[in-house]
């Protein structure tokens, strides 16, 4: 069964603007979340992550936003790029576990 | 300090033949995890392993599939009899304990 899902498979976004990803998660026992990027033909690469003891995490711009009540965490890139065109993944994983992944969304940053 | 690697990065086998897919964690790490990629989908959870022990192989298929690590040496992913729906992207991933995991660069493998 699907614990991560990533409701949209794509986002088109205009340069300079904002990029919200959204991720759902149904088992309250993941204490840690992660996003991921994905160029074709290359492993992800770890972009930012959020415990679960905290709401936000910024890193640049790129920030993390978790809601433990809805069980949803976002991600915000901004301003957006046209080199943030790429699959982005969000993780989950409770203590002791492997990371769970959701199907991914496929950001295009149009110039 | 080198990150994940694996190897190697593409992979052509002949239905029957068998697969093995290495994959060396980044110094210090001790956990390692095996992940695929199918066309059109993400990525999928296989198995989790320590050093010489297997913690979790809830996401490999029960037959053909098998993967071990070593106290020492690499990673190894297993595939015997390999079949056509066995294509895809293996990604082999490391971590310190209860820290962000880093991939490598992936496998493909191609089955005709």
């Known amino acids: 069964d699907q614990q991560v899902k990533q409701n949209s498979p794509s986002l088109s976004v205009q340069e300079g603007r904002i990029s919200i990803l959204n991720c759902d998660y149904t088992n309250s026992m993941f204490d840690y979340f992660l996003w991921y990027k994905k160029y074709p033909a290359e492993g992800p690469t770890f972009l930012i992550s959020?415990?679960?003891?905290?709401d936000k995490n910024e890193d640049g711009r790129f920030t993390v936003f978790l809601n433990k009540s809805a069980k949803h965490l976002s991600l915000h890139i901004v301003p957006s790029q046209p080199g943030d065109s790429a699959v982005y993944f969000c993780?989950?994983?409770?203590?002791?576990?492997?990371?769970?992944f959701g199907k991914g969304t496929s950001l295009l940053v149009t110039p | 300090n080198a990150g994940v690697m694996q190897n190697p990065r593409h992979l052509v086998r002949r239905r029957g033949q068998e697969a093995r897919l290495r994959c060396s964690p980044m110094k210090g790490h001790s956990h390692v995890y095996w992940y695929r990629q199918l066309p059109e989908e993400g990525l999928k959870f296989m198995v989790y392993?320590?050093?010489?022990?297997?913690?979790?192989e809830s996401g490999m298929p029960k037959e053909r599939f098998s993967a071990e690590f070593p106290k020492e040496g690499p990673s190894i992913l297993r595939i015997q009899q390999v079949v056509r729906g066995d294509s895809a992207a293996y990604f082999c991933a490391s971590s310190a304990a209860n820290t962000e995991a880093f991939f490598g660069q992936g496998t493909r493998l191609t089955v005709v």
């Open positions: 993780a989950a994983r409770k203590a002791g576990y492997a990371l769970n």
């Open positions: 392993l320590q050093k010489e022990n297997i913690i979790d």
């Open positions: 959020i415990s679960s003891i905290k």
